[in-house]
């Protein structure tokens, strides 16, 4: 034989392994196993809840499905514990904006490059920040409020959940798009403790994710919801304006979803696409959304989450710029 032969052989065997072993993957009944979703926040925030929503309708058809909590780093360490798991769909991350665009894009060296180390399979559920103020401040509209803010840009604040959240960039844009740098941002630990000051008169604003608790305090006249920073209003609030009626381009949102580690096969996406698909289309799964103040997304299909996280990159990631959001 000769030795360019010999070589091609000895190759050719040396990748039959791998590749019985790729095929047996993509062939083999799926679920094999009980499927493990890391949620990578702690139990009972928005995350959480919206996790274990799907989690429990996608059991119907898919058997068991485990939530593990692995919080830390802005959502990093979770998202980085599945992308070193085994690619053949027993290990999923519920992720959402901060762990899948915002965190990465904060760090020198990101643990994992969220592009390409991850297969979208769906975004499930989507969690408008608002624009809310104290009683006190004389303004019942975001026109009203956008006219004082100006006026008042050196003496007034506004409360998020922390640096580098949604909450945070939902204040940078209001700021950069009405052009008053002046508004001093203060971090809080949570959006909890932001309200609480927004409610004591500590700050006049802040920017939280719209909840079912923080309906209830605008509708008992305790805070002032001015909008929801949504493309519209919310099912669950028709009667609070979305911002982009008053001020377009005022839309940041928190979009959670189902990733998997890149390498899933394509059968294993699908399954897992068409479960997601059939709960978020359900009445049972929006209406347990909208207690919570949130919202199903349209189109919960690979290609739709892909070209979410592609534009919601494009959206994001110069406002982080704008407000001097730089790696560290």
Not at 65 to 89: F, K, L, M
Request: proline share 9%; aromatic share 4%.
């Amino acid at each position: 034989m000769r030795r360019r032969d010999f070589l091609g052989a000895a190759a050719a065997l040396a990748a039959e392994p791998l590749l019985r072993r790729t095929s047996a993957l993509a062939q083999a009944p799926y679920p094999s196993a009980a499927i493990r979703v890391v949620v990578p926040y702690p139990p009972g925030g928005v995350v959480d809840v919206v996790a274990r929503h799907w989690a429990d309708s996608i059991k119907r058809s898919l058997g068991t499905v485990v939530i593990e909590n692995q919080a830390g780093g802005g959502g990093t360490i979770g998202a980085s514990a599945v992308v070193r798991s085994q690619p053949d769909g027993h290990t999923l991350l519920f992720g959402e904006t901060s762990c899948l665009i915002i965190a990465p894009a904060l760090m020198a060296t990101p643990p994992y490059d969220p592009v390409k180390n991850f297969a979208p399979v769906s975004m499930v559920a989507t969690s408008s920040t608002s624009i809310v103020v104290h009683p006190s401040i004389p303004a019942t509209t975001l026109q009203e409020f956008i006219g004082y803010a100006k006026a008042n840009q050196d003496k007034i604040s506004y409360g998020s959940a922390g640096t580098g959240t949604v909450t945070h960039l939902a204040g940078e844009s209001f700021k950069q798009l009405i052009g008053t740098s002046g508004i001093l941002h203060v971090p809080y630990r949570g959006a909890g403790p932001a309200l609480v000051d927004v409610m004591a008169g500590v700050v006049p604003m802040t920017t939280p994710n719209i909840t079912g608790q923080i309906l209830d305090l605008h509708r008992t006249g305790k805070v002032r919801i001015l909008a929801v920073c949504a493309p519209q209003r919310l099912k669950a609030a028709p009667d609070i304006p979305a911002a982009n009626e008053t001020l377009p381009g005022l839309v940041i949102q928190l979009t959670c979803g189902v990733v998997a580690p890149a390498g899933t096969p394509e059968p294993v996406i699908s399954r897992l696409a068409d479960a997601t698909s059939q709960t978020v289309k359900s009445a049972e799964f929006e209406k347990a959304l909208q207690t919570s103040g949130l919202e199903p997304r349209s189109d919960p299909s690979p290609a739709g989450a892909r070209e979410f996280l592609v534009k919601e990159r494009e959206h994001l990631l110069p406002i982080m710029r704008t407000a001097g959001l730089q790696p560290q």
